[in-house]
């Protein structure tokens, strides 16, 4: 589906929203990188708990994560979901 073919509002949410998320990932990769060690030829190197840590999330279906991982999630959900609910008015 091209981007001709949605309503100027719908455009404008699309673009709200994909500002939020380069903003997530930027954060999310920022703070990869203050975890990880830096190798003198600039690549990084995520420690092996981080590693285990997020291999396991990844396998995790969102039901069955811990609260406290779940309220993450919803963190990051409320950062964008006036945006939804005011789109949908």
């Not at 994909?18 to 997530?24: N, T, V």
């Not at 690549?43 to 969102?62: A, F, R």
Request: hydrophobic share 25%; net charge negative; proline share 1%.
């Amino acid at each position: 589906m091209s981007s001709s073919e949605f309503s100027n509002s719908t455009k404008v949410l699309i673009e709200t929203l994909s500002a939020i998320e380069h903003q997530r990932w930027s954060h999310w990769q920022s703070y990869l990188h203050s975890k990880c060690e830096k190798n003198d030829d600039g690549s990084l190197t995520i420690p092996k708990d981080l590693v285990e840590k997020w291999n396991k999330q990844i396998e995790t279906n969102y039901s069955d994560l811990t609260e406290k991982e779940k309220k993450s999630d919803r963190e990051q959900v409320m950062k964008y979901l006036h945006y939804i609910l005011e789109f949908k008015k």
